[in-house]
């Protein structure tokens, strides 16, 4: 089925740890986003990428990196792994009017 | 600052009556709204949509309202399904440029909808 893949789907982490969180989309999509999901407090954007070649800080950029290899795929990078990531980290790709973002089914994320 | 808000954690209606889901913002640049609908261990589905142009725009069972003046918006669902149980996010997008498609999203908010 086309839509957005991201791995791993769950992931545990030690402090300090690195790590890199992929993310691929089949829709011939432009634009791609990395988000994460804290209790209470809805999704909000980490980085994202309007095009092949160019990203961009979203809300919550700290502690993160970001590559966009190719139109296809978008991975976000943990370099030095703090609790405070623990989170739900969701992919998406699309835009707004004809094309809605689409969301992956995230991958759950804990750092001890 | 909350931009996008969502006052109701949850809403619990009876199957066949109407579900409303409310959304307030604050941002005077969004331009462009969406609902999406999340399950458990999924990633959140787009639903509906509507330009800030507009103030109504319809789907099968879902209607999203905009009141601009009042920085609102709505959903409603008609009549409600024990499927539509879910965690509802409104999402909102600012007008054009380089920061058009950065979504800002409410917190959800769970409607249970009991046979």
């Known amino acids: 089925n086309a839509g957005v893949t991201q791995t791993p789907k769950f992931q545990v982490l030690k402090t300090g740890q690195s790590m890199t969180l992929q993310c691929a989309q089949d829709m011939n999509h432009n634009s791609m986003y990395w988000y994460r999901q804290d209790p209470g407090m809805g999704l909000r954007l980490i980085y994202y990428?309007?095009?092949?070649?160019?990203?961009d800080k979203g809300e919550v950029p700290n502690g993160y990196n970001v590559s966009r290899l190719n139109k296809r795929e978008f991975s976000l990078r943990l370099e030095s792994a703090a609790p405070s990531q623990t989170s739900v980290y969701f992919c998406a790709s699309g835009w707004v009017g004809d094309q809605p973002q689409h969301f992956g089914d995230g991958t759950r994320l804990s750092i001890l | 600052d909350q931009q996008v808000k969502q006052n109701s954690p949850s809403l619990s209606v009876q199957e066949g009556r109407i579900s409303i889901l409310n959304c307030d913002y604050t941002?005077?640049?969004?331009?462009?709204f969406l609902w999406y609908k999340k399950y458990p261990a999924e990633g959140p589905t787009f639903l509906i949509s509507?330009?800030?142009?507009?103030d109504k725009n319809e789907d099968g069972r879902f209607t999203v309202f905009l009141n601009k003046s009042a920085k609102h918006l709505s959903l409603h669902i008609v009549p409600s399904q024990p499927g539509d149980s879910a965690v509802y996010f409104c999402a909102a997008s600012p007008k054009g440029g380089t920061s058009y498609g950065k979504l800002t999203f409410g917190q959800g908010t769970i409607l249970t909808v009991h046979p």
């Open positions: 990428s309007a095009s092949e070649g160019t990203t």
């Open positions: 941002n005077s640049m969004f331009d462009y």
């Open positions: 509507i330009s800030s142009i507009k």
